[in-house]
């Protein structure tokens, strides 16, 4: 059943520059969004085509990763499971864009949440829906990983933040949107970097 939903929802996957051209549409035709999204994600829409776009421009992969992903020999493809208003994926996406850009191996696909229901009910099962969540297959749509929703270092500081104040309140979202603007990914690059290692480990060691 898993393997036919994931080969089912490869051709559903659009590509990172068919999602860019969905933000600005949805960013530009307010009327065109849907019944289910409010003005909170109409805004938050508009400020994550924003986020992409500066870290479009700013983003580098630095070199010695990049070597990392070029050396996967098996074609994967990466599913990131997203909506537009999620904040998270803003400074996910271009992130794996740019890795995908790196790697011939590596066949980037997004996939909208609320039109995936099954892919979403298999993968995203914490009971809070979070995303955006990686999903890492083979050619075959066997599942090798998975990643998400957030790079581990900002996992760590928001289960820091809520250990110590109970809650995540608007000062801890502010203060975690300035480190995710000065950090421009490193985090989440180093998590895919491990990631990606780990599975070349193995590979060596079956060869």
Do not use: H
Not at 134 to 154: C, E, K
Not at 158 to 173: H, R, S
């Amino acid at each position: 059943m898993t393997n036919e939903l994931i080969k089912g929802s490869i051709a559903k996957g659009i590509s990172y520059t068919a999602y860019v051209e969905l933000m600005n549409r949805l960013v530009a035709e307010e009327n065109t969004t849907g019944a289910e999204q409010t003005q909170q994600r109409i805004d938050f829409t508009k400020l994550n085509a924003s986020r992409m776009r500066r870290l479009d421009k700013t983003l580098v992969i630095p070199e010695q990763s990049k070597q990392v992903f070029r050396d996967m020999k098996e074609k994967q493809i990466w599913f990131i499971l997203i909506e537009s208003w999620c904040a998270d994926g803003a400074q996910t996406i271009p992130v794996l864009n740019k890795i995908a850009e790196a790697s011939p191996a590596i066949d980037l696909k997004i996939l909208l949440r609320d039109d995936n229901p099954e892919f979403m009910d298999l993968f995203l099962t914490n009971g809070t829906r979070s995303i955006p969540k990686l999903v890492i297959v083979d050619n075959n749509g066997n599942v090798l990983n998975t990643w998400g929703p957030r790079s581990q270092v900002a996992t760590n500081m928001v289960l820091a933040y809520k250990k110590e104040n109970g809650k995540i309140d608007d000062t801890f979202k502010k203060s975690l949107q300035v480190w995710y603007n000065k950090n421009k990914g490193e985090a989440i690059i180093n998590d895919l970097v491990n990631i990606v290692e780990d599975s070349l480990t193995l590979e060596k060691d079956f060869d």
